[in-house]
Nanobody, 124 residues
Framework: QVQLVESGGGLVQAGDSLRLACAAS????????MAWFRQAPGKERDFVAA????????AYADSVKGRFTISRDNAKNTVYLQMNSLEPEDTAVYYC?????????????????WGQGTQVTVSS
């Protein structure tokens, strides 16, 4: 069982940066592939970024490629999402997700554990 708690969201202006953190508790964090998803009002929950259990392979949605970076610190049981050059279209609730797997997935239904989400609002 893994519990996830996101932090770091907020209200920023276009072009600013934010770093989200997802702290995991419980057993087996290092056994999980990790991902970030986001959900804007009235829209589906979309894939943002993910990496393998080892952290060696990452993937990004086309809309954030080159602006966002996912990383993990297994010693701190934490995964991060560094978001640069934020745009109003990035406004959403951001969720951290985990699945006991070596590899990651781009579909939300593949993930077992979810955080409660953190709001990111980007003003123009």
């Amino acid at each position: 069982q893994v519990q996830l708690v996101e932090s770091g969201g907020g209200l920023v202006q276009a072009g600013d940066s934010l770093r989200l953190a997802c702290a995991a508790s419980g057993r087996g964090f290092s056994n999980n592939a990790m991902a970030w998803f986001r959900q804007a009002p009235g829209k589906e929950r979309d894939f943002v970024a993910a990496h393998t259990r080892s952290g060696g392979i990452t993937a990004y949605a086309d809309s954030v490629k080159g602006r966002f970076t996912i990383s993990r610190d297994n010693a701190k049981n934490t995964v991060y999402l560094q978001m640069n050059s934020l745009e109003p279209e990035d406004t959403a609730v951001y969720y951290c997700a985990a699945v006991r797997s070596a590899t990651f997935y781009r579909t939300s239904s593949s993930y077992t554990y979810w955080g409660q989400g953190t709001q990111v609002t980007v003003s123009s």
